[in-house]
Nanobody
Framework: VQLVESGGGLVQPGGSLRLSCAAS???????MGWFRQYPGKEREGVAC???????GYADSAKGRFTLSQDKSKNTLYLQMNSVNPEDTAMYSC???????????????WGQGTQVTVSS
């Protein structure tokens, strides 16, 4: 499975950004999610879509980030609103997961897209 992320870039605090993750195919019955990684830190889960199609969010993302999916395009989106400098990180999507926000439980990863929040 190939995953290609896009949509990252420079955004001002309080602004919005939409990340996209295009998958070469769907792995049915698995989780698909977004993760982020700060330099020198472990990757942390941001949001996921479960096999049930329900979504899960990290506390840092609740109320600000929204996950959506276009199944016809095998694409997962992460709408990021009210961003702040603490959201600056490399964002990667993953699929083939067996749980929501634990990166260790995912099989396939994209290369990532950088998000920088700065004025």
């Amino acid at each position: 499975v190939q995953l290609v992320e896009s949509g990252g870039g420079l955004v001002q605090p309080g602004g919005s950004l939409r990340l996209s993750c295009a998958a070469s195919r769907t792995i049915y019955g698995s989780y698909m999610g977004w993760f982020r990684q700060y330099p020198g830190k472990e990757r942390e889960g941001v949001a996921c879509i479960k096999p049930s199609a329900r979504t899960g969010y990290a506390d840092s993302a609740k109320g600000r980030f929204t996950l959506s999916q276009d199944k016809s395009k095998n694409t997962l989106y992460l709408q990021m609103n009210s961003v702040n400098p603490e959201d600056t990180a490399m964002y990667s999507c993953a699929t083939g997961g067996t749980s929501c926000l634990s990166g260790r439980d995912y099989m396939h990863w994209g290369q990532g897209t950088q998000v920088t929040v700065s004025s």
